[in-house]
């Protein structure tokens, strides 16, 4: 058989170029041609020098990458035949990363992008969630070099470059031309020579992340604002506290007090006989305070824990301090009421050896539980109350003087119902409406029956007087209460002196209501508008018991009967 050597070099599917050994091109093979023609306009070359310039460029040793992006290596050859002259072949790179099928399967599933190159930057591997950040096909990436990617513009900023430039592992974050976010993070892999063999770099798309946390912090934004304005209606709704029912001056003094108070953390002692209302101050104190978002209205009754319990109930204690202390231990209520308010009721019932130890606490701003050493900070504010003279308790030395001092930073001493009578009337009101819900009745006091009640000195005061009504709601045969059914009012001579509303009427819509007199002073003109319309108000529902009746009368609508009832405390929501 005889071969056509000539036909056989043209037709061989390998580029090769014969070189004479001044550089000029003397034959070249079909494959090199057509590689020449898609890399270059120009015509063949005519020297080897020449062919270099036009289609390839050196990455790395004898690895070259031509225009279009093809990575090839360069073999030179010299044979004796060519007489100084020498062949060049250049023969495909592509070398695919040893390992198994199962390898390529958790690379290729992998949610984030994987891209592996040689330590020339010769693309090896990757897996398809290349195409969807970046919309081009993985099979596009194989064998081409990052040198040429980046100049393309298809990647900004190679770090496959930077780690083999450094040696060390790189992360830099990118955006895409399509307006995604990625991560990049290259790391090398290195043989046992501590030589790069590989380039593993990971690609994560943050985009979804970034704008979930802008979703985030803009629901946190709103959150804010409605907490802001959350914070404002409760200070709005708590300004006139339904919870206090007060027409005397004195009282109405006692309460401005305690709302100037309220916004500071300054620790509070409340005065009063049994019954006045102490901790119904101390809960509103709570309540227009900022603790009040923050934590709990906590109440200690001082004289009801035995005095052996009362250290643990207020400090708490750890595991096993005693016989019968739960594993775990227990925090004290300085702990529970933490950012919160801790109400101390009937602090003068203190045994000397615990105040000691809470005028330290107070001090110190620090406890310790019973069988602990840790030191623990609380934040907490302290509200303290007593019926009993401090003072004179002080003096007779069984109340220390330095704690008297440290709780009564600022002293509210609460009048007696007896000091008081113009709350008499809105009070048993009051209490008839939220009773008369309780029990599902419809009672009403006989108009005689509050002169009665007026001339009572009350020696229980407001909770006297809320026990007494609830027990005429239950036991009264009749609708209407009359001065005989109230035992409190038998002995008691009736009163010459004149009522408070000093004679002043007014007529509304034909029926005649009394108006308020000898209150105030008022600080403003709308303060002594609303305080006529409460008057006004609470005498309409006594007499008439149903909204519809009311807004009748009163010539306003029944929606503005209800709401302004619940404004004024006339009635609670059920």
Request: proline share 5%; hydrophobic share 35%.
């Amino acid at each position: 058989m005889q071969l056509n050597w000539q036909q056989l070099w043209e037709q061989s599917s390998c580029a090769m170029a014969i070189v004479d050994a001044g550089g000029r091109i003397h034959h070249a093979t079909q494959a090199m041609i057509r590689l020449v023609k898609r890399n270059a306009e120009a015509e063949f070359p005519d020297s080897w020098e020449k062919l270099k310039d036009s289609i390839l460029e050196r990455t790395s040793e004898n690895v070259w990458i031509t225009r279009k992006g093809e990575t090839y290596r360069l073999h030179t050859e010299r044979p004796e035949c060519l007489q100084g002259g020498r062949l060049h072949r250049l023969e495909p790179y592509v070398r695919k990363p040893e390992g198994t099928g199962e390898l390529d399967a958790v690379i290729e599933n992998a949610y984030d992008c994987i891209y592996i190159t040689d330590r020339h930057g010769i693309t090896l591997h990757t897996n398809s969630a290349i195409e969807r950040l970046t919309g081009i096909p993985k099979e596009y990436y194989i064998g081409k070099d990052v040198r040429y990617l980046e100049r393309r513009g298809i990647l900004k900023k190679s770090v496959t470059l930077e780690v083999l430039k450094t040696g060390q592992p790189v992360s830099v974050v990118q955006e895409t031309k399509q307006g995604k976010i990625n991560v990049i993070t290259g790391s090398p892999v290195l043989d046992e020579d501590g030589e790069i063999i590989r380039v593993v770099t990971n690609i994560r798309d943050v985009s979804e992340l970034n704008r979930l946390k802008d979703e985030l912090n803009e629901t946190r934004k709103l959150s804010d604002r409605y907490k802001r304005e959350l914070a404002q209606l409760r200070k709005l709704h708590l300004k006139d506290d339904s919870s206090i029912i007060m027409n005397d001056l004195a009282m109405k003094q006692v309460y401005h007090l305690a709302r100037r108070v309220a916004g500071t953390d300054t620790t509070v002692l409340l005065l009063g006989e049994s019954g006045v209302g102490k901790e119904v101050f101390a809960r509103a104190i709570h309540k227009q305070s900022p603790r009040f978002e923050k934590g709990s209205f906590i109440t200690v009754n001082c004289g009801a824990i035995p005095p052996e319990l009362m250290e643990s109930e207020l400090f708490g204690y750890e595991p096993g301090a005693f016989t019968g202390a739960k594993k775990e231990g227990k925090p004290g209520m300085f702990e529970v009421a933490e950012n919160g308010t801790l109400f101390l009721d009937e602090i003068g019932e203190l045994p000397l050896p615990m105040q000691v130890k809470l005028l330290r606490v107070l001090q110190d701003k620090t406890l310790r539980r019973v069988g602990g050493i840790r030191p623990i900070p609380f934040n907490t504010r302290i509200i303290a109350a007593t019926n009993r003279d401090l003072k004179k308790m002080v003096e007779k030395g069984e109340f220390r003087e330095d704690l008297y001092y440290r709780i009564s930073v600022v002293p509210i001493e609460i009048p007696p119902l007896r000091k008081r009578r113009s709350d008499i009337q809105p009070l048993l009101v009051h209490f008839l409406d939220r009773f008369n819900r309780k029990h599902r009745t419809s009672r009403t006091f006989a108009p005689e029956v509050y002169g009665k009640l007026r001339q009572y000195d009350w020696p229980g005061n407001v909770r006297e007087l809320a026990n007494m009504v609830e027990r005429l709601v239950i036991t009264s045969p009749d609708d209407t209460i009359l001065p005989e059914y109230i035992p409190e009012t038998r002995g008691l001579k009736k009163k010459t002196t004149p009522p408070d509303t000093g004679g002043l009427r007014t007529k509304i819509n034909g029926e005649v209501f009394p108006l308020p007199a000898g209150t105030g002073p008022f600080q403003s003109l709308s303060e002594f508008t609303a305080r006529l319309e409460q008057e006004i108000l609470r005498e309409a529902y006594r007499r008439h018991r149903s909204s519809y009746r009311v807004a009748e009368k009163l010539s306003i609508s029944q929606s503005s009967a209800i709401r302004k009832a619940y404004k004024y405390g006339i009635r609670e929501k059920s």
